[in-house]
């Protein structure tokens, strides 16, 4: 028995429908293929004729090459690009995010490249210091140097010094230094640079106790002392003699105070009553005249 044809403007039967050939499929694949070649041509050469150490910007645009490629990669093997955005009932409302196929392999690939242990190294570290006082709060207006050099930029209390690798000491210590003379503060850090090429650390800063007082003792007519007792107060177990000779008069002691900050000096001889004095810290051409 004879098929009959079917009715003008019936649907034509599934099974016997042809497919339609698969042009966007086959252009993505071939895309997504020659950009691959070409990254990882690019790769091949970075990995050539680059140094071994890069800067942090280069570093981070290799790092982003090599996710591209490893993405597409995975792109062209699976077919997926592996990002859903779904929703799901929160307090916060309704939110979810899905990342497998190309796009988790980028994103696993980016993270791991910038991360400390990443195949190539920048070429300086980039240290982020924050200052702070005695109740840990930042200090804004402080001074910061290292050992190295005074070559810190400040951005409100965080401080950042780029070392280049070149520079570097043989035993890789650094020591930071803080101070802030209106409040008579002072700290220091001392770092060890290593795999962490973005340290950040932090400078507490105490109240600074450096300096020594130092300077001439003379009596009332302006002669040197010699052999007078001087010592801090509240510091008695510490005193100490002025000198004679050619440096008659000198004493020099701790101060238990900042450069430049008053103290209350004790002075002593035999047979007259002790004197006190105010005395800046750490002026060695200071000098007390005593009233006898």
């Not at 988790?104 to 195949?119: D, G, K, Y």
């Amino acid at each position: 028995m004879e098929k009959q044809p079917a009715p003008i403007g019936t649907p034509p039967d599934p099974k016997t429908r042809k497919p339609k050939p698969k042009k966007r499929s086959v252009k993505i694949s071939t895309v997504t293929l020659v950009l691959s070649v070409i990254l990882l041509a690019f790769l091949i050469y970075v990995f050539q004729f680059a140094p071994v150490t890069l800067s942090v910007a280069k570093q981070r645009i290799l790092a982003i090459i090599c996710a591209l490629l490893a993405g597409l990669l995975a792109f062209y093997l699976t077919g997926d690009m592996g990002l859903e955005i779904t929703s799901a009932q929160t307090r916060l409302g309704k939110l979810a995010i899905k990342a497998s196929g190309g796009m988790a392999v980028f994103v696993f690939v980016l993270v791991w490249w910038l991360a400390p242990f990443s195949p190539l190294t920048p070429d300086l570290y980039r240290v982020s210091l924050t200052v702070t006082d005695m109740q840990r709060r930042p200090v804004p207006n402080a001074r910061v140097t290292s050992s190295l050099g005074e070559n810190g930029k400040q951005q409100g209390a965080v401080w950042q010094f780029d070392i280049p690798i070149s520079v570097k000491p043989s035993d890789g210590k650094v020591t930071f230094y803080a101070e802030k003379k209106d409040d008579f503060l002072a700290g220091r850090r001392e770092f060890e640079l290593g795999d962490d090429y973005s340290p950040s650390l932090e400078i507490n800063m105490d109240r600074d106790k450096s300096a020594r007082p130092m300077g001439v003792i003379v009596d009332a007519s302006g002669k040197a002392v010699a052999g007078a007792e001087v010592w801090v107060e509240h510091h008695e177990d510490e005193k100490t003699r002025t000198l004679g000779g050619d440096r008659a008069g000198y004493f020099e002691l701790p101060a238990h105070y900042a450069e430049n900050e008053w103290v209350m000096l004790f002075v002593a001889r035999p047979d007259l009553p002790k004197e006190g004095h105010w005395f800046p810290a750490g002026d060695s051409k200071a000098q007390i005249q005593l009233r006898r």
